[in-house]
């Protein structure tokens, strides 16, 4: 009987040790994305050029870049909220840090946030209707010189509206 005891109690203790260790390798399990081309038309006359993975779903917009632990300088990701409405942002498990574009239904850049720390439970505010954010690596919008009022261009945002 002891015996039995034993075995119940170890196998209990592997099943654990599994879940410990294979939840968190679930969540990190990699989400599929469609990837387009991405221009930002700069008030001053500049076209930026990037490569995006698009955030079109309820579920790939929940997971976004999270656990992500590199981004080409010229890729990032669109999310695309079907309508123009106030939205709110996060960074927890997301590894990386982001410069966030929030963008109307037009692509007109309306509000910026730099730097978003990672990991950050912290809400992340469009501060008006937006349709549209554009999450780039960090210091991409000082480098390049984007600014509220230049525009973004992709298939996602010319879509039939």
């Not at 109690?9 to 599929?32: D, G, N, Q, T, W």
């Not at 990991?119 to 480098?143: C, F, H, Q």
Request: aromatic fraction near 8%; include cysteine; charge should be neutral.
């Amino acid at each position: 009987m002891c015996g039995l005891v034993l075995f119940h109690a170890i196998r209990s203790a592997v099943m654990a040790l599994f879940f410990l260790v294979a939840l968190p390798a679930l969540a990190e399990e990699e989400m599929r994305f469609d990837k387009e081309p991405l221009l930002i038309q700069t008030a001053a006359g500049k076209m930026l050029h990037f490569t995006v993975e698009v955030a079109a779903t309820g579920d790939q917009r929940a997971r976004g870049l999270m656990f992500r632990k590199s981004m080409a300088d010229d890729a990032g990701m669109i999310f695309d909220f079907g309508q123009t409405r106030r939205v709110a942002m996060w960074m927890e498990n997301t590894i990386l840090p982001l410069d966030m574009l929030f963008a109307d239904d037009t692509g007109t850049i309306r509000h910026i946030k730099e730097n978003a720390k990672p990991y950050s439970r912290d809400i992340i505010d469009s501060m008006s209707p937006v349709k549209y954010v554009v999450e780039l690596n960090a210091g991409i919008v000082t480098k390049l010189g984007i600014k509220p009022g230049d525009r973004i261009v992709s298939a996602t945002t010319t879509k039939a509206k």
